[in-house]
């Protein structure tokens, strides 16, 4: 064989390795129906806050600990634990992408990415609404 073939073998099979590396990587979106049936498994949640169930955040008792209620777009609750301050903005969050794992009395959080409504939803409505009044 020449140089050239080997090279060229060895760089794909490099290629190859590389992909199947980052494809453990690639994750869906669980329900709290199925984290709850993977538990102690790494698993990502998206899920609304639930506003009416109070959110625990003392930073005078502990600044690293925050808990809240979460619903899915199923309906099924979980109360969310996270060993980190909360984030800013939570209770504005359209939408809460969860990392973390599922045990017996909660969703262990390691990571929070919030989905905020977007700034130009008000703007929307208004062009909406002066176009109604142009057509009325």
Do not use: W
């Amino acid at each position: 064989m020449k140089k050239l073939h080997i090279f060229l073998l060895v760089a794909v099979a490099a290629a190859i390795a590389i992909l199947v590396s980052y494809s453990t990587d690639l994750t869906t979106y669980d329900t709290i129906d199925s984290a709850k049936n993977k538990p102690g498994q790494f698993v990502h949640l998206i899920a609304k806050l639930d506003k009416e169930a109070p959110i625990e955040f003392d930073p005078v008792k502990n600044a690293n600990y925050c808990s809240f209620t979460i619903v899915d777009s199923l309906g099924a609750t979980s109360k969310v634990i996270s060993y980190k301050p909360k984030p800013q903005d939570l209770e504005m969050s359209e939408r809460v992408v969860l990392k973390g794992r599922m045990e017996a009395d909660g969703f262990y959080c390691d990571d929070i990415l919030l989905k905020c409504p977007s700034k130009y939803k008000d703007d929307m409505n208004a062009a909406q609404n002066k176009l109604e009044a142009r057509n009325g």
